[in-house]
């Protein structure tokens, strides 16, 4: 028996993901902002065969407010198994950059609220000398674009952060997955064409978080061919990458 | 909250005709809410309908796919209670190894919940079951002022049975409550025979109707003369218990990658094709898993796009019992006559039942649903001639299916249409809708 913890369970890829863990029989406690939306996916995981699923509505970006979460977590589910860590917004890259108020809002919603829970869970994992933690990350965070830095930034720094939390619990018994998706279509994207072959639907991302979960990965792109898409964009030099329209 | 997708390619139908261009509004919850604004909206589900019901062009399409959570279900009625956008495949995929399938199936399961009560669809059992509508218990409409009305059959039933049918005009369907019925394995009992003529078929058809709750029949409408009419009797019932408990293989599924320029269904291909169907040899009597029996094109992925770049029109008109044997001859000549040969012509009777919709298409008679590939002029006069023959002998045409036919005939074949019209939303509307009430 698996006891899950979601946070942003409310987000496409979190819940497609919810929903193949139901599946295998788990525990949840689910984690979002809109309370309404969160009942209709408690009551479509318990007749996908989720058993216990809790649910609770919280603004996140409160991160004062994450202990006691987790506290309320570990109590509902007699402990947590496995945590994804999924919520985000996609911020309008134009109005940031006019203000300075909307790029730290961004940062606190991507970067910090997600690197105060992983804190947490990872120190909570370390005195259980177990546990698994999945963050969804992105493969923005690989390299700064003009169109979408910053996000990116906030996902490079969640990336680099969960590096080091891997590092620092490798021998404690705790796994640490960063996921890096590339464009997916979410409602998140909803503002974009979404024609070409590089769309991936949610449950594809999920399926994927699934057997890195069963297969112990470190770090997953996926689809898997993003991993080498990266590879040559974060390999072109910046003197040409700087010049580049991407 | 449902989102904007300002979306610069156009959208099509099953059919791929007529083309239309809209700005799509993509609902994920069914508390989402609706968009505002003068622009009007028509919901869009898997887009299996065939012609213009489901298009609004110029308009808003509000995509309903993202409501697909289950919200209730009881596994000792089988009633289930499921979000709009849900899948049939997706109910079949949940309800099948549990025991339990869909009361009544059109021929492809890739359609939605929400899409299979706004067409009111039937399927090979109708003359035991009804239509889709006569099997739905309950749903909620969500209409553009914010209210939410549960409707059934005794419950705000006037409501029920405008949407019933509906062409999602009368407000997003934003769940749907259907009972299932019980099987006890995956499998069919499925009978074939082949029949000479139309005679022939009504003659097997008055043996076998008592006997099975499925029934279909393929017509080879390239043969003219003594073979008018000859096809296969296709009859199916749900495998008794015994039957092998090994699930049904999986089956492969190909897709068809992409649109030719032109079709490869014509007039060589499709005598050549229905020749060969005819004379194929096929087991009197066999076990078959329920997919080949109910959806047997339904792995041949985007089979729409072999019709090449124009697209096809289907035709399925409804003749009252007895003018059926008439008519149906004199279109099959029609069509014979024209040369312009239909791949798939399938024939089958309802039952004298109703769902109460009152833009149903279901009624007593016998259904004729036929394809051509879109040549233009021609193919549109053609499918006029057969309009005549519809019309004169008191039948109807599916509007499902349809991107065609004149406003005068759609007034004729459903003359309830006025009084429906008054459960239309103010802030709905599609493309059919105004094509058929234009004039």
């Known amino acids: ?246 | 909250m449902g989102r904007a997708v300002t979306d610069r390619a156009p959208d099509g139908s099953w059919g791929r005709y007529p083309p239309a261009r809209h700005r799509r509004w993509a609902l994920n919850h069914r508390s989402d809410r609706l968009p505002g604004g003068s622009n009007r909206v028509l919901p869009f589900g898997n887009g299996r309908s065939y012609g213009d019901v489901c298009l609004n062009d110029g308009g808003t399409l509000l995509l309903t796919r993202g409501l697909d959570r289950w919200i209730a279900f009881d596994p000792a009625t089988g009633v289930l209670r499921a979000e709009a956008g849900v899948l049939l495949s997706e109910i079949l995929a949940f309800s099948v190894p549990q025991g339990w399938f869909l009361p009544v199936t059109p021929g492809t399961q890739f359609v939605t919940l929400g899409g299979a009560v706004a067409n009111d669809v039937h399927g090979k059992n109708h003359h035991v079951a009804g239509s889709f509508g006569e099997q739905t218990r309950a749903f909620e409409l969500y209409r553009s002022d914010g209210s939410r009305i549960v409707c059934g059959p005794e419950e705000n039933g006037d409501w029920f049975r405008a949407t019933i049918g509906g062409l999602g005009l009368t407000g997003l369907i934003a769940w749907v409550e259907i009972r299932l019925r019980r099987i006890a394995n995956p499998w069919m009992v499925a009978e074939n025979r082949r029949f000479a003529n139309l005679d022939d078929f009504f003659a097997l058809n008055d043996d076998y109707e008592t006997r099975y709750p499925y029934i279909v029949s393929w017509i080879d409408c390239a043969a003219a003369g003594k073979g008018l009419g000859r096809g296969i009797y296709m009859a199916g019932m749900h495998a008794p218990p015994g039957a092998p408990t090994a699930p049904p293989p999986a089956r492969r599924s190909l897709t068809v990658p992409f649109a030719l320029p032109i079709s490869l269904v014509n007039r060589w291909s499709v005598r050549a094709f229905n020749r060969l169907y005819y004379h194929l040899p096929r087991p009197a009597r066999a076990l078959t898993p329920y997919q080949p029996f109910f959806y047997p094109l339904d792995n041949l992925l985007e089979w729409n796009r072999l019709y090449g770049q124009r697209g096809f029109l289907q035709y399925q008109c409804v003749i009252p019992p007895e003018a059926a044997r008439d008519a149906l001859r004199e279109i099959l000549n029609r069509i014979a006559s024209s040369g312009q040969g239909s791949m798939l012509a399938v024939l089958k009777r309802f039952g004298a039942r109703t769902s109460g919709g009152l833009l149903s298409f279901p009624r007593p008679g016998v259904t004729l649903a036929l394809d051509f590939p879109h040549l233009g002029q021609k193919t549109l006069d053609l499918l006029s001639r057969l309009d005549e023959v519809t019309r004169q002998a008191g039948g109807a045409v599916y509007p499902a299916k349809d991107a065609r036919m004149s406003g005068e005939h759609f007034r004729c074949y459903f003359p309830q249409w006025s009084t429906f019209a008054k459960f239309i939303d103010p802030n709905f509307s599609s493309s059919f809708w105004r094509r058929v009430t234009a004039d």
Request: hydrophobic share 50%; proline share 3%; glycine share 10%.
């Open chain 1, 1 to 246: 028996m698996r006891n899950i913890l979601i946070v942003g369970a409310t987000s496409a890829i979190a819940e497609a993901t919810a929903r193949r863990f139901a599946a295998l029989g788990a525990r949840f406690y689910l984690v979002g902002r809109n309370a309404e939306k969160l009942a209709a996916i408690v009551g479509d995981l318990e007749i996908r065969g989720g058993q216990a699923v809790h649910s609770e509505s919280i603004d996140l970006d409160w991160l004062e407010q994450h202990p006691a979460l987790l506290a309320r977590a570990v109590q509902a589910l007699g402990g947590i198994d496995l945590a994804l860590i999924a919520h985000g917004s996609l911020p309008d890259q134009a109005a940031c950059q006019k203000s300075v108020k909307m790029t730290l809002a961004a940062i606190q919603t991507n970067a910090l609220s997600v690197i105060s829970l992983a804190t947490e869970l990872a120190n909570l994992f370390e005195a259980r000398g177990r546990g698994t933690l999945v963050v969804i990350g992105s493969v923005a965070g690989d390299r700064g674009r003009q169109s979408n830095y910053v996000y990116g930034a906030a996902k490079g720094m969640v990336g680099l952060f969960l590096q080091g939390l891997r590092n620092r619990l490798n021998d404690k018994g705790v796994h640490v997955i960063t996921v890096k998706p590339g464009f997916v279509d979410t409602p998140m994207t909803a503002a974009f064409e979404k024609k070409g072959l590089l769309w991936a639907q949610p449950d594809q991302i999920a399926r994927g978080i699934v057997a890195a979960v069963e297969r112990r990965r470190d770090v997953v792109y996926l689809p898997g061919f993003w991993r080498w898409i990266m590879i040559v964009i974060r390999h072109l030099p910046e003197s040409i990458f700087k010049r580049l329209k991407l």
